[in-house]
């Protein structure tokens, strides 16, 4: 089964920066899109930033000029990295942070287990 696993969060004040990863392991083929979202309680799950394999990359409003995405992929192994860089964090930017990896075969999407980002203000 394929696992994403993401690590870098908690608690960080207002104007700081964090760093998210998410990596998987092998298994999951040639990964088309890499995403990020993130989900306050009671909301939806918003779409923040987009990787195409490509090398494109797109932002929602709320975060464009503020976070970077990347990836990494370490030769021979088979394993992914993502990254989310979070720069200028403000406290709407509290949420919890979802990783997404869309493979090429049969579009399907694997998920990250999610976690927390705080910004005190």
């Given at each position: 089964q394929v696992q994403l696993v993401e690590s870098g969060g908690g608690l960080v004040a207002a104007g700081g920066s964090l760093a998210l990863s998410c990596t998987v392991s092998r298994g999951s083929?040639?990964?088309?899109?890499?995403?990020?979202?993130?989900?306050?309680?009671?909301?939806?799950?918003?779409?923040?930033?987009?990787?195409?394999?490509?090398?494109?990359?797109?932002?929602?409003?709320?975060?464009?000029?503020?976070?970077?995405?990347?990836?990494?992929?370490?030769?021979?192994?088979?394993?992914?990295?993502?990254?989310?860089?979070?720069?200028?964090?403000?406290?709407?930017?509290?949420?919890?942070?979802y990783c997404n990896m869309q493979a090429r075969v049969g579009r399907r999407n694997f998920w990250g287990q999610g976690i927390q980002v705080t910004v005190s203000s």
């Open positions: 083929g040639i990964i088309d899109v890499f995403r990020w979202y993130r989900q306050t309680p009671g909301n939806e799950r918003n779409l923040i930033a987009t990787l195409s394999a490509g090398g494109t990359t797109s932002f929602a409003d709320s975060v464009k000029g503020r976070f970077t995405i990347s990836r990494a992929d370490p030769s021979g192994d088979g394993s992914k990295t993502m990254y989310l860089h979070m720069n200028g964090l403000k406290a709407e930017d509290t949420a919890i942070y």
